[in-house]
């Protein structure tokens, strides 16, 4: 992906300066001119250059003297999905965004990226990873390549598939090869912060560990899941649901071999041949509120399945989210086999 600065260019710079980074961005070209501080000023386009030279412009101006000033964007941190998406159905594919103080902070490219969702993404990368021993004796489970790259890696490219950019990895077991790996592979457009648990904190409990969260909605996945999850459905039916934490559950078919007798006291009430009965399983996905961490004891072990007993009990609004997709949890050898295999035909 494009470093989000080659889109950004400076006040004073000349139209023979745009002309030669709009040839560079080619299908992408468009600049946002910005101050000394990064703060947006207005925006450039090829055609806004072709005008400016028909009105009697030269490529020695500066480029301010034929800029748009009022660009589109995007607040960092927006609220309103729909707004988000409604620029992207609109067909404002090139769009930036921008902090409180209208410093430019990225620019996406909805050429590139499906959505741009307001989320905080943590990935649980801590676990020893045991039952792939001897595998994971030196190298911990989220660096073990399934085809031609981690599974982490996995994670996290389909998560800025999905334009989300603020990235909370928890580390623990080998955790510096982990941090190293991640620093020199996503280095431009997402921010990555590291979380060290000095001991094992459960499935939830190092989000405790976090003060500073950027958004109002948590996504927490584990590091070790293979998946084509449509987040943008996920949060959309969060938002529609009014829910308080969702949990992406996986259907798992059990198909009884006998007739079942549906009794009582005795009397047989119906009869059921051979049936299949379909339950739903926990894939390790979660969506919740940020204000929900309140609950999670401080640096202490605290499974997801602890909180979501808790929100029950307290009559929060806690749901599920069937995944009809792929999914695969990396546990066990035959796992890490049948994602070698998997992965060829995935377009992850």
């Not at 996406?108 to 990226?113: A, T």
Request: with cysteine.
């Amino acid at each position: 992906m494009r470093d989000y600065k080659e889109h950004l260019l400076h006040t004073g710079a000349s139209i023979e300066d745009a002309l030669y980074r709009l040839n560079i961005l080619a299908k992408d070209a468009i600049l946002f001119i910005v101050d000394a501080d990064q703060k947006l000023i207005g925006s450039l386009t090829d055609g806004d250059v072709r005008r400016g030279l028909l009105n009697g412009a030269s490529l020695q101006d500066r480029v301010e003297k034929i800029i748009q000033t009022k660009p589109k964007f995007i607040r960092k941190g927006e609220k309103n999905i729909e707004k988000i998406l409604s620029l992207r159905d609109k067909n404002f594919r090139i769009i930036p965004v921008l902090n409180d103080y209208n410093i430019v902070v990225n620019v996406i490219n909805f050429g590139l990226l499906k959505s741009y969702l307001p989320i905080d993404a943590v990935i649980m990368a801590g676990g020893k990873g045991m039952r792939l021993r001897p595998l994971t004796e030196n190298t911990p489970k989220p660096l073990l390549k399934v085809g031609d790259k981690p599974i982490i890696d996995y994670n996290i490219d389909q998560l800025c598939k999905f334009g989300i950019d603020d990235f909370w990895i928890a580390i623990n077991y080998l955790g510096e090869q982990i941090k190293n790996h991640l620093q020199k592979t996503y280095n431009t457009n997402i921010q990555i912060e590291f979380i060290k648990e000095s001991k094992p904190l459960g499935t939830i409990g190092a989000l405790s560990l976090i003060k500073n969260f950027k958004h109002d909605h948590i996504l927490l996945t584990n590091a070790d899941v293979l998946t084509n999850l449509d987040y943008e459905h996920f949060f959309l039916h969060f938002l529609k649901q009014d829910a308080d934490f969702s949990v992406v559950s996986i259907p798992y078919k059990v198909n009884v071999p006998y007739a079942v007798l549906e009794t009582t006291n005795g009397h047989v009430l119906s009869l059921k041949e051979k049936p299949t009965y379909t339950f739903y399983s926990n894939a390790g996905i979660y969506l919740m509120k940020r204000e929900l961490v309140d609950y999670l004891p401080d640096d202490g072990f605290y499974n997801a399945t602890d909180l979501m007993e808790c929100l029950i009990a307290e009559g929060k609004r806690v749901i599920s989210y069937p995944l009809m997709g792929y999914w695969l949890d990396i546990g066990k050898p035959e796992d890490f086999k049948k994602a070698q295999r998997d992965i060829l035909q995935l377009k992850l």
